[in-house]
């Protein structure tokens, strides 16, 4: 692993802390942070009020994820195989490949196998602070792994899946092999409202707001996001 490669690693699970504190209340900017510093990087991300216009974060909190996406990473971009190193960490007891791979790829709207600063505070924010049909768009974006606006069951079993597999053996109660069949199963009979084989968009956000038991399963997501 290059030298870069190694400080995205460890600088991104710095960067998943800032994100912690940041929804606990609980992100302070030292005072010798008062302006962003930039140093010569492959991307530089676009001005900081821009990306406050288009977010729901502050300056202030902009600066702060920054700078500790910025320090250990000075390229300024990260790439899938590192996002897999991340997510292994905070998942030892299972695989998280295949949904860091799923997560990624919905990170990456530009589609160039690359994650930039923008990508990651643009979906922070939606995640964090948007309204619930955004999180639910985000999330319904997630499960459309070949992008044709619909989600099929094969693309939620893969979803599901990954899902488990990254949750490892040690998830309570403990699941049985064809625990996620089941799940997508119960998620197409409630969401699936014309019978046709598939999930749009609309069917999704209005089958999750109608069914609490169905938000609290999005949950899962939330959980490892």
Known sequence: MSGCAKRCKHGLVKFAVSVHKLVTGTLIKDKADDDLEMTTVCHRPEGLEQLESQTNFSKKELQVLYRGFKNECPSGVVNEETFKQI??????????????????????????????????????????????????????NLYDINRDGYINKEEMTDIVRAIYDMMGKYTYPALKTD???????????????????????????????????????????????
């Open 87 to 140: 997510y292994a960490q905070f998942f030892p007891h299972g695989d998280a490949s295949t949904y860091a791979h799923y997560l990624f790829n919905a990170f990456d709207t530009a589609h160039n196998g690359s994650i930039k600063f923008e990508d990651f505070v643009m979906a922070l924010s939606i995640l964090l602070r948007g309204s619930t049909r955004e999180k639910l768009q985000w999330t319904f």
């Open 179 to 225: 625990t996620p069949k089941q799940h997508v199963d119960a998620f197409f009979q409630k969401m699936d409202k014309n019978r046709d084989g598939v999930v749009t968009l609309d069917e999704f956000i209005l089958s999750c707001q109608e069914d609490e038991n169905i938000m609290r399963s999005l949950q899962l997501f939330e959980n490892v996001i």
